[in-house]
């Protein structure tokens, strides 16, 4: 009998290995915000925060204030002194000067300065509201004059360009005074200082308060005889 032969098969498993994929490299991107869109509803308004915005610096300048101005007038001999604060001094009458708004209401404001606007031989002529001009008693009232036939004496003395100068800075009751004791010592005392050219002068600067001039009649006057 024939020998059987069996040959035995040899399998082999093969096994095959998945290629690896390759990693994916990272790429960084800028993200963007997301804006998120809300829808508009009728009567509301969406708020809209802004950034903030940087701190602003506000600087404040305070104006200077007006000086105050002040004539003073008297009947006192050329070296007479008044002092008129921070080591400053007057010296005789129809002296004008200016006085800072602080200092008037502090270190000016003595005893002395206080009797001397009452006796309105310190005349305030601006720098000083109405209200001002009353709590420092230097509030003047349309018809009020000053008292004392010498007050302005020194207008005899001066010569025409400083006398017309110091004339305009009078209020106008103060140049119906001057005015009045220039009449006076014209026909009464027939006072030689009393000279047409500084008539003249004065009467076109008493024009601005009255127009028909205070000093006219004199000016007629002197016209007429010099005719």
Do not use: W
């Amino acid at each position: 009998m024939a020998e059987s032969t069996t040959k035995k098969r040899t399998y082999t498993k093969k096994t095959t290995t998945a290629a690896k994929a390759p990693a994916k490299e990272a790429i960084a991107e800028k993200q963007e915000p997301e804006v998120m869109n809300y829808p508009q509803v009728d009567g509301v308004t969406p708020t809209v925060v802004a950034e903030k915005p940087a701190a602003q610096i506000n600087m404040i300048v305070e104006e200077k204030a007006e000086p105050v101005i002040i004539l003073y007038i008297d009947s006192v001999i050329p070296n007479n002194e008044i002092r008129i604060g921070r080591g400053r001094s007057i010296f005789g009458s129809g002296k004008r000067f200016a006085v800072q708004k602080t200092d008037f209401e502090g270190e000016f404001m003595t005893s002395t300065i206080m009797d001397l606007i009452a006796a309105r031989k310190l005349i305030v002529l601006s720098g000083l509201t109405d209200e001002e001009r009353k709590l420092y008693n230097c509030y003047y009232t349309e018809n009020e004059v000053l008292r004392g036939e010498q007050m302005f004496d020194f207008f005899f003395d001066m010569d025409t360009a400083e006398a017309a100068e110091k004339f305009a800075m009078l209020c106008p009751e103060h140049q119906r005074l001057v005015a009045t004791r220039f009449i006076d010592a014209y026909y009464e005392k027939h006072d030689n200082r009393v000279t047409r050219d500084k008539v003249e002068a004065l009467n076109a600067v008493s024009k601005a308060a009255d127009p028909e001039g205070l000093f006219t009649q004199i000016v007629k006057d002197i016209n007429e005889k010099m005719a």
